[in-house]
C-alpha cells in the first residue's frame, strides 16, 4: 500500500506514510498532512497500536470508525477527503480524521461577495493549504516549499496542478523564489514585489487575493498559488488585465448579467483615469466640446474662482487622496463616518468659498466612485497614479495630449508580461460558459 502511495504522490511534501511495528503486528499507515488532525491519528492509531491493551486487528474489527476499503482505487480519493489509511494483516481500513476549518479564520474582508464563500484564507500556512486541498481535491495538486529571508526564515509554499501548470511559468516561479535576498519577509504584498523583474513596474502582474474560490478557479486554469507562513493573502500568478477587472460574483450571476457588470467596470475605469483630464482640456482648451446651454452653466459655475482649471483640479484630487487615506488608517468603527462628514463639509465649504465649482465636485465624485468600483485593490491603487500624467498632459496639449496619453498607457501595457506570458490579453474572464454551453449541446 505505502509503495503505491508514494508513487501517487510521488512529489508531494504532506503526505506521511510510516511504517509501524509492535510486538504482534506489522501496520501500514498513510494521510495528507495538511488535512487531517493528526492528535486524532496519534489518539485512535499509532497509541493504540503501541499500548497492545487490545489486540489492534480486534479493535480494527469492533471499532465502527474503521471501515474496510477493499478497493485500492478509492485510496487517493480517501486520502484527500482526511481519511487516515490503515494496513494490518493484508486488510485495509480508513478513519475519518479530517481536520475542518470552521470559525478559526476570519471572514473575507477586502475581496467581499453575496453569494459566495464569505471564509477566508487563515495566517497559519496549514491551514490555508487546509482550506485549498478540501475545495481542490485532486491528486494532481502538489506543494514546494521554499525558505525566505536569512533572519526571518520565512515558509513560502507554492501550489499548482501538475497537470494544468505551465512548466516554463513554474520554472520561472521557482527560479523567482529562490532568488530572493532579503532578511526578512513579512507581507505577501512584500514577496509580490521581490519575484517583479521590475520593481518600478506600474501595474501589477500578480493578484493578492484572500478568496479560497478565486484560487481554486485559479488552479484549475494552470495558475500557481504561492502563500507564505504568517500572511492571509496569495499569490496568484501568471494573470491577464482582465483578471483583475472580475469579480468572484460574476461566476455566480448570469451570462449577460455578468457581461454587464464587467462592462461596468471598463467604463468605470475609464472614467476614473480621464475625467480630471477632459475636465482640464475641454475648459481650457476645447470649450466649443459643449452645447451651448452646458456651456454658459459651466462658464457661470466657473465665475467665483479665481485660478486656471488644473488648479481646482489638483486642489480636489488632494481632498479626496487625503480622505481616502484617512478611510484606510482610521479604525473602521469610525473611520467611514468621518471620511463621509468630512468629504461633505469639505466639498461645501469650498464651493460656496469660490475655491472650486460646483461642476468640479461632480467631476471628483464620479472619479472617487469610479475608482471603488476595481474590484482588485492593487490595481485601483496603480489606477488612482495613472491620472496625474494624464493631467499634465492636459495641461499642456489639451484633448490631443490626454489622447496620445490613453495610447500610450494601452501601448505600455500591451508590451507587459506576466511570468513570461502575455499580460493585455483580450479575452472575457467569463469563458467557463462556452464550457457550459459546449456540454450541454453535447447532450
Not at 36 to 51: G, H, I, Y
Not at 360 to 386: C, D, E, G, H, K
Request: proline share 5%.
Amino acid at each position: 500500500m505505502l509503495q503505491a502511495i508514494r508513487e501517487r504522490f510521488a512529489s508531494a511534501t504532506d503526505v506521511k506514510t510510516h511504517r509501524i511495528t509492535n510486538s504482534r503486528f506489522i501496520a501500514e499507515v498513510a494521510f495528507i498532512a495538511t488535512l487531517v488532525d493528526e492528535s486524532k491519528v496519534s489518539d485512535m492509531v499509532l497509541v493504540p497500536f503501541a499500548k497492545e491493551e487490545v489486540p489492534f486487528d480486534e479493535l480494527l474489527r469492533r471499532n465502527p470508525n474503521f471501515q474496510p476499503l477493499d478497493d485500492p482505487a478509492r485510496w487517493t480519493d480517501s486520502l484527500l477527503r482526511g481519511f487516515v489509511l490503515v494496513k494490518l494483516n493484508s486488510a485495509i481500513y480508513k478513519m475519518d480524521a479530517a481536520r475542518i476549518i470552521r470559525n478559526s479564520t476570519p471572514e473575507t474582508t477586502v475581496e467581499s461577495t453575496i453569494e459566495g464563500p464569505q471564509i477566508a484564507l487563515s495566517e497559519d500556512l496549514m491551514d490555508s493549504i487546509n482550506m485549498i486541498r478540501s475545495r481542490y481535491a485532486s491528486p494532481d495538486l502538489l506543494e514546494e516549499e521554499f525558505t525566505v529571508g536569512s533572519l526571518s526564515k520565512t515558509r513560502v509554499v507554492m501550489l499548482y496542478d501538475q497537470v494544468r501548470v505551465d512548466p516554463a511559468v513554474l520554472e520561472i516561479v521557482r527560479l523567482k523564489l529562490r532568488s530572493i535576498q532579503t532578511d526578512v519577509l513579512s507581507a505577501s504584498g512584500q514577496l509580490a514585489k521581490f519575484m517583479n523583474d521590475n520593481r518600478k513596474r506600474l501595474f501589477p502582474v500578480e493578484m493578492v487575493t484572500e478568496r479560497i474560490d478565486r484560487l481554486s478557479v485559479g488552479l484549475s486554469k494552470g495558475k500557481i498559488i504561492v502563500m507564505m507562513q504568517g500572511s492571509m493573502f496569495a499569490l496568484l500568478l501568471p494573470i491577464v488585465f482582465t483578471d483583475l477587472m472580475s469579480a468572484t460574483e460574476d461566476r455566480y450571476e448570469s451570462f449577460w448579467t455578468s457581461l454587464l457588470l464587467l462592462s461596468l467596470r471598463f467604463i468605470a475605469l475609464l472614467m476614473t483615469t480621464t475625467l480630471p483630464a477632459l475636465y482640464i482640456a475641454a475648459i481650457s482648451y476645447n470649450p466649443e466640446l459643449f452645447r451651448v446651454q452646458l456651456a454658459f452653466s459651466i462658464a457661470g459655475s466657473r465665475a467665483s474662482v479665481p485660478y486656471p482649471s488644473f488648479i481646482e483640479v489638483f486642489i480636489m484630487l488632494f481632498m479626496i487622496e487625503m480622505l481616502v487615506e484617512a478611510s484606510v488608517r482610521l479604525p473602521k468603527y469610525i473611520g467611514s463616518t468621518a471620511t463621509t462628514v468630512g468629504g461633505l463639509i469639505l466639498g461645501q465649504a469650498a464651493q460656496q468659498a469660490g475655491l472650486v465649482s460646483s461642476i468640479m465636485i461632480i467631476v471628483t465624485s464620479v472619479m472617487a466612485i469610479s475608482n471603488f468600483v476595481i474590484p482588485v485593490y492593487s490595481l485601483s491603487l496603480s489606477v488612482r497614479f495613472i491620472k496625474y500624467p494624464l493631467i499634465a498632459l492636459a495641461i499642456f496639449f489639451g484633448l490631443p495630449g490626454v489622447a496620445g496619453g490613453v495610447f500610450a498607457g494601452l501601448i505600455y501595457l500591451c508590451s507587459q508580461r506576466s511570468f513570461g506570458k502575455p499580460y493585455f490579453r483580450l479575452r472575457l474572464p467569463i469563458d467557463w460558459r462556452h464550457a457550459d454551453i459546449g456540454e450541454v449541446k453535447a447532450e
